[in-house]
């Protein structure tokens, strides 16, 4: 049996629309794909949200508008 290297998996911010009375949050997406195939769309978060990505912000951000659940689900 060989070991195997575990990759530390990368994850860029995204920004939730406000709906309701929600506010707008940062939200983290996981990288399934290089950041050049990224052009600013919805994608789908780690908590399952839609969310805008922005390849500016990496995660975890230093905000306070940041998604409870994609903080929880991120940590290592």
Same mark, same amino acid.
Request: glycine content about 14%; hydrophobic content about 30%; some cysteine.
């Given at each position: 049996m060989t070991a195997q290297t575990l990759t530390p998996t990368a994850f860029v911010a995204a920004r939730s629309r406000a709906h309701g009375p929600t506010v707008a949050l940062w939200h983290a997406v996981e990288l399934h794909r290089s950041e050049c195939e990224l052009d600013g769309a @919805?994608?789908?978060?780690? @908590?399952?949200a839609l969310a805008r990505v922005t390849t500016d912000e990496r995660w975890p951000l230093a905000a306070r508008d940041v998604c409870p659940a994609c903080a929880v689900l991120t940590r290592c």
């Open positions: @919805c994608e789908l978060t780690v @908590c399952g």
